[in-house]
Structures are given as C-alpha cells and as structure tokens.
C-alpha cells in the first residue's frame, strides 16, 4: 500500500502542467477539436472523454463514438451553417460541443446553451426524430439570452388566452412532447407549454427547420410574427 | 632517505583518467548551469527588416527576442503596445505565466514589477492607461510565436499584459487580439522560468527590457 501511495505522489510530482487551450477558453474540460475550419466560423469539438461540468458539477456528457460524432456532425453542420458569422457573434455563439448523454441534474437534454461562454452543448445521440430542429431550439436560447429585451416573455405571454399560465420552469412540468400539432390552439408542442422562452424556441425551431403546421391559428400567428420581427431587429439581413 | 618510487603503466592511466574525470565534471556543471549556452542570441543591428518601424526587441536573459508589430492588423493595440515600451514601462517585468512549450505572459505593470511582485494579485494588475477594444475581426493565424494581448474572460478588456505562443494556437484567432509575430529569437523564450505543477511562476524571470528598433 506504501509502495502504491509512493507511486502516486511520484506520478502526480514529475508531472506537469498541461496547456488545456480549450478549458481556458470555454471551462469544459477534456475536449478536442472536431474541426474549425467552417464557413461560419463556427468551433467543433468533441468529448474525448466524458466531462462533468456545473456550480454543482451537475452537468454530463460522455465521449461519442468516431462513427456517431462523423454521422451527427454532418446533420448538424448542414443546419448550423445557415447562421451567418455575423449573426453569431452578435448573439455570441462561436463553440459547439459534441457529446452523448448529456444529462443536467440527471435529466436528459438536447443540449446547454451559454451565450456566456458562446458554447452550445449537443447530445448527438438525441432522438433523431427532432435532432435537426432541436438544434435550432438551442440556438434560440442562445438568441434569446443575448437579446431578452427583444424577445420579451411579457409581451410574448400576453399573446395566449388570460386563463393560460406556464409551468415555473421547463423542468417542472409533464409537458415535454415534441410532436408537431397539426391543429394549433396558439402553442405549436405540447412543450411550447412549459415556458415562454421554451415556447418561443419550439416557434423559432419550426420556423427554421421548416414544418410549421399547415393550419395555424390566429395566436400562433402572433407569436411567429413576434420571433421574425425579433429577428430582422438584431439582423436585417437573417434569412429564415 | 627517500626511495624514488616510479609509477607503473596502469597507475599513470589511472591518474590521467581521474584529472579527466574531475576537468569533466567540473566544466559539466558550469554549462548545465547556463541554461542559455545554446540559445543563439541575435543582434538586430546586424539584420534587415522590411517595415523597422515596427520591430520590436525583447531582451530576456537569453539573449533577444526580434518581434514584427502589424498595426494594420490591429492598430490600438499596437499603438497601446508601443507607448508602453517607449515608456520603458515593461523594463524589469515577470514573465508570471508560463505553460512549458506552450505559451508566455508578461505585461502587469502593477503587480509584476521586480522587487515589487505580489503573488496575490499578479495577472491583475492595469497599466493605468485604461483598456482598449479587442480588434479580433481580422483574419490572424496564431502560430508558434504569435504576440497578442491577454484579456480578462470579456472581451474589450485588453490593457498591458501580453502573451507569445510557444505552439500553434488555432482557437485563439478571433479570441484575442493579436499584436505581431516574433521572428527571430523564440529559442530565448523557450528558456523562460516554468513550473510544473502551476501556470503562475514564484520567483519568475524578467523581461530585461522592450525597444522599438526605431524611437
């Protein structure tokens, strides 16, 4: 056991500190570069192995297979190019962190935004069903925390009937479906009814990934309305 | 009286092989001890420069450190680099971070100074001129050798402190604002005060002083 102790202390003494160039930039450890050398400037990095982050390390994601992240990382690319660089660095996003079973507080997410940090984390092993638009619903957040004065949830509430309230938070709630209502009642999920800003990613999402319902009521409308005059504020020229 | 006792064959090789031994021994240690023997230390007098008003030399202990400034890259920072070390302002400051192989920060005027470190705060400290604005929105390859201003974790932070790459750095194109590249004498830097358990160096080495080849 002493030896086993000695061995340790020796290993732990002779070595040295490394460069973590990706750890100073965004505090995640134990990354690597996917590739940056993408037509928006947009960073990818992959979980070379799995990484607990959060005040309260509450935050998980582990390291994807060569296979997934190859597949995944084209799905996501071809969605993420449509964001301008310009567009992205007013909202402040530079890094996408490739990862599996992200989890925060031990429930699974698509993915963790922080415009703070400019890193969008994705799970690409989420339901493959919703995957490309729920990379668009995480953008959003990232939008939506840099501009919340555009994209104000007051306003945005006061669009739905006086009798409906949201939940206190998007995990506090059983609505967490993500199939697409062919008959709207002014939210477009059965998530949109968690939270406004919940609410207002699963409107952005669909109006990205282009499967908006073909019969949409009058509040619904509103709220479309709303997220693409948001947009034109912060760039005239944002394409949906 | 005295019997002459002459030394045989094996003895005088013996004895010549000990004097060897003690003239090794004593000549390794003094050059394993100038940790600088190897490093070639170039006089910029004796170089030509396309653009001399923006050559920069860093004379640390093992000799000089030539740097190209590229104002048309980033014009504040340059400028704000360049009143600095015609102030002298950076003569006798630490290098207090230093990452082997990797990277080496120096520039805090307030805490850095020598005879004047505090350990507490070093990498804090201000020039006392303000900060500038990042200027990162100009294509920069950081390679082995690059020169750009440190900041805090917010951009539009960047005061005195600067850093120089010992290795390619792609992920800091666009993060940091870059001053220049260092073109001659990097071997110098690779000789600065390092430890191996923390970036931040007690008793760190110093810049000895920063010229502009041209005042």
Known sequence: MKLFKFILLYLFLISSVQADTIYQLIKIPNLEIYNIKTTNSLRYLYAKQPFTIGADNNINCFRPSKQDLDQKYEIIEKNLKRYSQSFLKKINLKYIVLCEDLSISGINTAGIPDNVMKTLIVDIKFDNKYFERVLHHEVFHIINDSFKEIFNEKTWSSFNSDSFNYAKCSTCTKKIGLDTYSKTDGFITEYSKSTASEDMAEVFSHLMHGNLPKQIDPILQKKIDFIKSGLLKIDQSFNL | ?215
Do not use: W
């Open chain 2, 1 to 215: 009286m005295i019997q002459k006792i002459k030394a045989s064959k094996s003895e005088k090789i013996i004895f010549f092989f000990l004097i060897s031994l003690a003239i090794f021994s004593l000549s390794s240690f003094f050059l394993i001890k100038n940790k600088c023997l190897f490093v070639k230390n170039y006089n910029p007098e004796k170089l030509s420069f396309d653009k001399p008003n923006n050559i920069a030399i860093l004379n640390v202990e093992c000799g000089n450190v030539i740097i190209e400034l590229y104002p048309n890259i980033s014009p504040n920072a340059v400028e704000r680099f360049k009143t600095l070390v015609r102030s002298k302002a950076y003569d006798d400051v630490a290098f207090h971070r230093v990452i082997k192989d990797s990277l080496v920060q120096a520039g805090d005027l307030e805490f850095g100074k020598k005879g004047n470190i505090d350990y507490g705060k070093i990498g804090t400290g201000q020039s006392g001129l303000g900060t500038i604005n990042s200027e990162i929105d100009v294509p920069f390859n950081y390679e082995r050798g690059s020169v750009g201003l440190a900041r805090t974790q917010k951009y539009n932070t960047e005061d005195s402190q600067f850093f120089i790459t010992l290795k390619d750095e792609p992920l800091y194109e666009s993060e940091y604002t870059p001053i220049g590249k260092v073109i001659y004498g990097i071997e110098a830097l690779e000789k600065i005060k390092y430890l191996n358990k923390s970036e931040y160096v007690l008793r760190p080495d110093f810049i000895n002083s920063i010229k502009m080849l041209i005042d």
